[in-house]
């Protein structure tokens, strides 16, 4: 019942940026755990970035000091700004999302992905 719709991918030269968005609709009573993830070709998907609720951010080694995770509680939707990008950059990036139902249930969703290519 929730969808994960992102944007804000595409193609840009080494040392640019770009801000990928997903925003999560459908009945959601509360949202937990936000996170990017990435897929090179012929490599696993990996953790880039994961904020929870109340701000705190976990930050892949890889990426530090040069992407930013954020989200917008009321808007239930996550950020991710990525500045100084590099050719290993290059992947398709997936949001991810743990929403908390009435319940107390936790389920977790998946957007579709969207392709970051990082260029000369």
């Known amino acids: 019942q929730v969808r994960l719709v992102e944007s804000g991918g595409g193609a840009v030269q080494p040392g640019g940026s770009l801000r990928l968005s997903c925003a999560a609709s459908?009945?959601?009573?509360?949202?937990?755990?936000m996170g990017w993830y990435r897929q090179a070709p012929g490599k696993q998907r990996e953790l880039v970035a994961v904020?929870?609720?109340?701000?705190?951010?976990n930050i892949a080694d890889s990426v530090k000091g040069r992407f930013t995770i954020s989200r917008d509680n009321a808007k239930n939707t996550v950020y991710l700004q990525m500045n100084n990008l590099k050719p290993e950059d290059t992947a398709v990036y997936y949001c991810n999302a743990v929403v908390v139902v009435l319940t107390g249930g936790r389920f977790m969703y998946w957007g579709q992905g969207t392709q970051v290519t990082v260029s000369s």
């Open positions: 459908g009945t959601i009573p509360s949202i937990g755990v």
């Open positions: 904020i929870i609720s109340g701000g705190t951010t």
